[in-house]
């Protein structure tokens, strides 16, 4: 049987192939992970739909490929190979140039490395990025997309995917008036306000792509390394660089007095152990979070500057950064509201573990209302958060330590851990901040034993 | 020294270099163009496709004036006269060069004769007649070609073991030649050879001829062939070669068998070799592949950026029109545009007699990546234009994708399929559907009309052939 790569989540279409874990002749079991794939945020394991010998792979590490592309072909137990061999698995149409009989027909299969890209040419992998919902693609992995040469130029000098475009002739093929329809759609779509029901506006459709500055021989200074930039690292780049640019940030500094929780997290934390669960200053805090947010819904909240309207969340899912060795990913912990301190304690530790090994799912990455990044574990002291769109505020957590502080008069030492929130301006005002901040604190400090019994 | 400045100079004037250098000026760009051969043209035009096709049409004189017999024409035995058939063909050469030299004129691209050297990434050094000249250049294009590959076991220094430059040169006709190596330029010129008079031996490692063709293209040609040459063996390595008086003394192997064999003369054409020796690309950031090929990315640009490099030298399929199409890109890319070498067919031409001509995806490349198509095939057997001429040894064949209808592949073999493979190329390239090719009226009696012909028979309502096929799926 074919397998081929289903699908990832919400626009998500395609992805690199980050390992293949299984080879030509392996026996496999169903369910058994057969490739990892690295899309936009996550790393996701691609499961086998069933047991069997496999026959063929089709792709390997580093290959990008499509939601639909062929990946392995598997045979029946015990069968032979008879199994049809089918389309080729990566995105890229046969290269017409190995047709010949010559010598050096694979030179070019090499991938060409070291060479800076001129700053105009839509990089070949625009076309792959995952969309939105609203502009699929429709056109086959395989071969090119059917339209003239001419067309094929137009479209990319206005750096439009050809696989998204529908085409009104015969065989799917794309004429003029298929492609002024489509930029068109694209120009209404950016235009009208979204729909409740609507998909989101295409971003990454508009998005003309920037003049990249031009490469600077560091070398000429001294020895240098290269890297390249992984998918993870440019998403978590196109991310901040969306929100720094979108969002009015503002950041609140305050700190609370954690020694009561200091107590109850030395007399919990065995017990929590035996159960498999760490309890963490974090897992107190998604519950001082929860609690404050509910008294202040203007933090559970998003915007929708093109509809004008402020979205009020009545869940509340909460994301966890987490510093993973390939750069950072924010899974979701989902409906906290519902959950005890334990419960909470158990999935963050589970959550996060899945993510450090990069098995979260996109899904798993999406839905977040509000964003907690606790850098205590590595001894930050008050810093200022990037706020996780489209949420509108993010806490972050410092280090606890013990300081002397005045209680009635008297200056005793307290264990204090620095807290800040960054918040979107736009949607509340500093006084709101000030005001979440206060009773989030308060929050903290009213956490009860019985809160955190099992 | 004092350099000259340009903001372009292209290193190589075959069709690669010259329509660089050409778009380039038209573009409004001040360009240099360097070749160290006093004859502008490069492979193709001397050493290559226009020779080779000059002595194919005369081959192909001989060997119809011999077959008009059956017409109840009677030719006596041609009478050959070499130098006057080379003077022909020089004079062919010096035509098409000096029509290149005028349009290099009139575009004011200025010709420096000589031999270029990077001394770094902005700077060639050319050695002309009258000394060393620097040349500061804005960007680079190389466009050097590449030239017969000689395994070091077969260089003799003997002229009886040739490459293809030589053969080209015709300087007798041996008796017995062998032909090591089955690929387009061994079968071309075997056929020259075989035509003149030569008995003909090919052998080919391989175990078939013309290797990347589809088997059922290549047939018609091999069977042609092995009544033109005295033989073709394939699955045979030649092992050494050694001078034997005025004859080539020649080991070979077919699987356990050895033999020994004398020719008067070899032709090696096993491959050609990129030009990349003594060009000075160790003193810029050019990297290139473990056979020596140029690597470039899909705009032609070598590992320096301000350096591009089209053609034989940058790999892929050795082709004239590659190059040309490679030096419009790099070109477009230089001056702002954007474009980039993608989803770009190159079609396949060998001239031999029947031709094949291919382009897009073959029917054995289809298999082999699991691509699901659908074939139609249409003999020359039905067609009235080839019957009219004897040769029915042809078939014109469709690469269909079966969902969208899309014609994925073009194959023809038969007298003249290179001419009609253009059209086979423009469809691909505009994405129509065998529906397209068969609602397109062909004019009677042409071989276009196999074409046409073909994407009906998909359809299963050919005029000329009967087949019971699937029903019009047509809306």
Same mark, same amino acid.
């Given at each position: 049987?074919? #397998?081929?790569?289903?699908?990832?989540?919400?626009?998500?279409?395609?992805?690199?192939?980050?390992?293949v874990?299984?080879?030509?002749?392996?026996?496999?079991?169903?369910?058994?992970?057969?490739l990892?794939?690295?899309?936009?945020?996550?790393?996701?394991?691609?499961?086998?739909?069933?047991?069997?010998?496999?026959?063929?792979?089709?792709?390997?590490?580093?290959?990008?490929?499509?939601?639909?592309?062929?990946i392995? #072909?598997?045979s029946?137990?015990?069968?032979?190979v008879?199994?049809?061999?089918?389309?080729?698995?990566?995105?890229?149409?046969?290269p017409?140039?190995?047709?010949?009989?010559?010598?050096?027909?694979?030179?070019?299969?090499?991938?060409?490395?070291?060479?800076?890209?001129?700053p105009?040419?839509l990089?070949?992998?625009?076309?792959?990025?995952?969309?939105?919902?609203g502009?699929?693609?429709?056109?086959?992995?395989?071969a090119?997309?059917?339209?003239?040469?001419?067309?094929?130029?137009?479209?990319?000098?206005?750096?439009?995917?050809?696989?998204?475009v529908?085409?009104?002739?015969?065989?799917?093929?794309?004429?003029?008036?298929?492609?002024?329809?489509?930029?068109q759609?694209?120009?209404?779509?950016?235009?009208?306000?979204?729909?409740?029901?609507?998909?989101?506006?295409?971003?990454?459709?508009?998005?003309?792509?920037?003049?990249?500055?031009?490469s600077?021989?560091?070398?000429?200074?001294?020895?240098?390394?290269?890297?390249?930039?992984?998918?993870?690292?440019r998403?978590?780049?196109?991310?901040? #660089?969306?929100?720094?640019?979108?969002?009015?940030?503002i950041?609140?500094?305050?700190?609370v007095?954690?020694?009561?929780?200091?107590?109850?997290?030395?007399?919990?934390?065995?017990?929590?152990?035996?159960?498999?669960?760490?309890?963490?200053?974090?897992?107190?805090?998604?519950?001082a979070?929860?609690a404050?947010?509910?008294?202040?819904?203007?933090?559970n909240?998003?915007?929708?500057?093109?509809?004008g309207?402020?979205?009020?969340?009545d869940?509340f899912?909460?994301?966890?950064?987490v510093d993973?060795e390939?750069?950072?990913?924010?899974?979701?912990?989902?409906?906290?509201?519902?959950?005890?301190?334990?419960?909470?304690?158990?999935?963050?530790?589970?959550?996060?573990?899945?993510t450090?090994?990069?098995?979260?799912?996109?899904?798993?990455?999406?839905?977040?209302t509000?964003?907690?990044?606790n850098?205590?574990?590595?001894?930050?002291?008050?810093?200022?958060?990037?706020?996780?769109?489209?949420?509108?505020?993010?806490?972050?957590?410092?280090r606890?330590?013990?300081?002397?502080?005045?209680?009635?008069g008297?200056?005793?030492?307290?264990?204090?851990?620095?807290?800040?929130?960054?918040?979107?301006?736009?949607?509340?005002?500093?006084?709101?901040?000030?005001?979440?901040? #206060?009773?989030?604190?308060?929050?903290?400090e009213?956490?009860?034993?019985?809160?955190?019994?099992? | 020294?004092?350099?000259?400045?340009?903001?372009?100079?292209?290193?190589?004037?075959?069709?690669?270099?010259?329509?660089?250098?050409?778009y380039?000026?038209?573009?409004?760009?001040?360009?240099i163009?360097?070749?160290?051969?006093?004859?502008?043209?490069?492979?193709?035009?001397?050493?290559?496709?226009?020779?080779?096709?000059?002595?194919?049409?005369?081959?192909?004189l001989?060997?119809?004036?011999?077959e008009?017999?059956?017409?109840?024409?009677?030719?006596?035995?041609?009478?050959?006269?070499l130098?006057?058939?080379?003077a022909?063909?020089?004079?062919?050469l010096?035509?098409?060069?000096?029509?290149?030299?005028?349009?290099?004129?009139?575009?004011?691209?200025?010709?420096m004769?000589?031999?270029?050297?990077?001394?770094?990434?902005?700077?060639?050094?050319?050695?002309?007649?009258?000394?060393q000249?620097?040349?500061?250049?804005?960007?680079?294009?190389?466009?050097?070609?590449?030239?017969?590959?000689?395994?070091?076991a077969?260089?003799?220094?003997n002229?009886?073991?040739?490459?293809?430059?030589?053969?080209?040169?015709i300087?007798?006709?041996?008796?017995?030649?062998?032909?090591?190596?089955?690929?387009?330029?061994?079968?071309?010129l075997?056929?020259?050879?075989?035509?003149?008079?030569?008995?003909?031996?090919?052998?080919e490692?391989?175990?078939?001829?013309?290797?990347g063709?589809?088997?059922?293209?290549a047939?018609?040609?091999?069977?042609?062939?092995?009544?033109?040459f005295?033989?073709?063996?394939?699955?045979?390595?030649?092992?050494?070669?050694a001078?034997?008086g005025?004859?080539?003394?020649?080991?070979?192997?077919?699987?356990?068998?050895?033999?020994?064999?004398?020719?008067?003369?070899?032709?090696?054409?096993?491959?050609?070799?990129?030009?990349?020796?003594?060009?000075?690309?160790?003193?810029?950031r050019?990297?290139?592949?473990?056979?020596?090929?140029?690597?470039v990315?899909?705009?032609?640009?070598?590992?320096?950026?301000?350096?591009?490099?089209?053609?034989?030298?940058?790999?892929?399929?050795?082709?004239?029109?590659?190059?040309?199409?490679e030096?419009?890109?790099?070109?477009?890319?230089?001056?702002?545009?954007?474009?980039?070498f993608?989803d770009?067919?190159?079609?396949?031409?060998?001239?031999?007699?029947?031709?094949?001509?291919?382009?897009?995806?073959?029917?054995?490349?289809?298999?082999?990546k699991?691509?699901?198509?659908?074939?139609?095939?249409?003999?020359?057997?039905?067609?009235?234009?080839?019957?009219?001429f004897?040769?029915?040894?042809?078939?014109?064949?469709?690469?269909?994708?079966?969902e969208s209808?899309?014609?994925?592949g073009?194959?023809?073999?038969?007298?003249?399929?290179?001419?009609?493979i253009?059209?086979?190329?423009?469809?691909i390239?505009m994405?129509?559907?065998?529906?397209?090719?068969?609602?397109?009226?062909?004019?009677?009696?042409?071989?276009?009309?196999?074409?046409?012909?073909?994407?009906?028979?998909f359809?299963?309502?050919?005029?000329?052939?009967?087949?019971?096929?699937?029903?019009t799926?047509?809306?």
């Open positions: 049987m074919d #397998v081929r790569l289903p699908r990832l989540g919400e626009g998500a279409d395609s992805g690199v192939i980050a390992t874990f299984v080879k030509e002749g392996d026996q496999i079991q169903k369910d058994q992970p057969v990892e794939i690295e899309s936009e945020k996550a790393v996701a394991t691609i499961p086998a739909p069933a047991g069997g010998r496999v026959a063929k792979v089709l792709v390997k590490e580093g290959d990008e490929i499509r939601v639909g592309a062929l392995l #072909v598997l029946e137990n015990g069968a032979g008879a199994a049809a061999v089918a389309a080729p698995a990566a995105a890229a149409p046969p017409a140039r190995a047709i010949d009989a010559s010598v050096g027909d694979d030179a070019r299969e090499e991938p060409v490395i070291d060479v800076p890209a001129p105009r040419a990089p070949a992998s625009a076309r792959v990025a995952a969309g939105p919902s502009f699929p693609i429709v056109h086959p992995a395989g090119p997309p059917p339209a003239s040469p001419s067309l094929r130029k137009i479209a990319r000098e206005l750096g439009i995917d050809l696989y998204r529908a085409g009104s002739e015969r065989g799917g093929r794309i004429v003029m008036s298929d492609l002024r329809a489509y930029v759609k694209i120009q209404r779509s950016a235009l009208e306000p979204r729909s409740t029901t609507g998909s989101p506006a295409p971003a990454a459709v508009l998005q003309v792509p920037k003049p990249v500055p031009a600077i021989d560091f070398s000429q200074w001294g020895p240098v390394t290269k890297q390249k930039i992984s998918t993870l690292r998403s978590i780049s196109r991310k901040m #660089v969306e929100s720094w640019t979108t969002v009015p940030h950041t609140q500094f305050d700190e007095d954690v020694t009561e929780l200091l107590v109850l997290r030395k007399t919990y934390a065995p017990k929590y152990e035996a159960k498999k669960a760490h309890l963490t200053l974090t897992s107190f805090a998604i519950h979070v929860v404050a947010l509910r008294k202040h819904p203007s933090f909240a998003s915007i929708d500057e093109a509809a309207e402020i979205i009020f969340k869940y899912n909460i994301g966890i950064a993973t390939q750069g950072l990913i924010v899974p979701v912990l989902r409906k906290a509201d519902t959950k005890s301190v334990f419960q909470l304690s158990v999935e963050l530790n589970e959550i996060a573990e899945k450090r090994a990069r098995k979260i799912s996109l899904e798993e990455m999406q839905g977040g509000f964003t907690i990044s850098q205590g574990g590595i001894g930050s002291g008050h810093f200022t958060p990037i706020v996780n769109t489209p949420e509108v505020a993010i806490l972050g957590m410092g606890s330590v013990l300081k002397p502080v005045v209680r009635e008297k200056v005793v030492q307290r264990t204090m851990m620095p807290l800040v929130l960054s918040y979107d301006h736009r949607v509340n005002d500093g006084a709101n901040a000030a005001r979440f901040v #206060v009773d989030l604190v308060k929050e903290f009213n956490i009860k034993e019985a809160d955190v019994k099992i | 020294m004092k350099a000259i400045k340009t903001e372009i100079v292209v290193l190589g004037a075959g069709p690669g270099g010259y329509a660089a250098a050409f380039a000026a038209d573009k409004g760009k001040k360009v163009m360097v070749e160290q051969d006093k004859r502008l043209g490069g492979v193709c035009l001397n050493r290559g496709c226009i020779p080779s096709k000059a002595y194919l049409h005369a081959a192909k001989v060997t119809e004036a011999e008009s017999s059956i017409r109840g024409i009677h030719f006596a035995k041609p009478r050959i006269d130098k006057e058939m080379r022909w063909k020089e004079s062919i010096d035509k098409l060069a000096g029509g290149i030299t005028g349009l290099a004129k009139r575009r004011n691209v200025e010709v004769q000589g031999r270029g050297y990077f001394e770094d990434s902005s700077t060639l050094r050319v050695e002309t007649a009258g000394g000249q620097f040349v500061k250049f804005d960007n680079a294009i190389i466009a050097v070609g590449s030239k017969a590959a000689i395994p070091s077969f260089d003799l220094g002229p009886r073991v040739m490459t293809s430059t030589e053969a080209l040169e300087e007798e006709i041996p008796k017995d030649l062998l032909v090591v190596g089955g690929g387009y330029i061994g079968m071309e075997g056929t020259v050879y075989a035509s003149l008079g030569s008995s003909i031996v090919v052998v490692a391989l175990d078939a001829i013309l290797a063709a589809d088997p059922d293209l047939r018609p040609v091999a069977q042609r062939a092995g009544k033109l005295r033989e073709i063996r394939v699955k045979t390595k030649v092992v050494k070669m001078t034997a005025k004859q080539i003394k020649v080991n070979l192997e077919v699987g356990p068998e050895k033999k020994e064999e004398l020719y008067d003369r070899v032709l090696v054409s096993v491959g050609r070799v990129p030009n990349c020796a003594d060009l000075g690309l160790e003193n810029t050019v990297g290139q592949d473990e056979k020596g090929f140029i690597k990315d899909e705009h032609q640009r070598t590992g320096d950026p301000g350096i591009f490099a089209i053609g034989d030298v940058a790999g892929g399929v050795l082709l004239a029109h590659k190059a040309s199409k030096a419009r890109i790099a070109v477009e890319v230089i001056t702002g545009e954007m474009s980039a993608e770009i067919i190159i079609p396949a031409v060998v001239f031999t007699d029947p031709e094949l001509a291919w382009c897009g995806l073959t029917e054995s490349e289809a298999k082999q699991g691509v699901n198509v659908e074939v139609a095939k249409f003999p020359w057997s039905a067609s009235g234009r080839a019957l009219s004897d040769r029915t040894d042809g078939m014109t064949k469709l690469v269909i994708d079966p209808e899309r014609i994925l073009v194959g023809i073999v038969g007298s003249g399929a290179g001419e009609l253009g059209e086979g190329v423009l469809a390239e994405g129509a559907t065998a529906k397209d090719l068969a609602e397109s009226v062909h004019p009677h009696p042409t071989l276009s009309e196999t074409l046409s012909e073909c994407a009906e028979s359809y299963g309502y050919a005029t000329h052939t009967y087949a019971k096929k699937k029903a799926t047509e809306q």
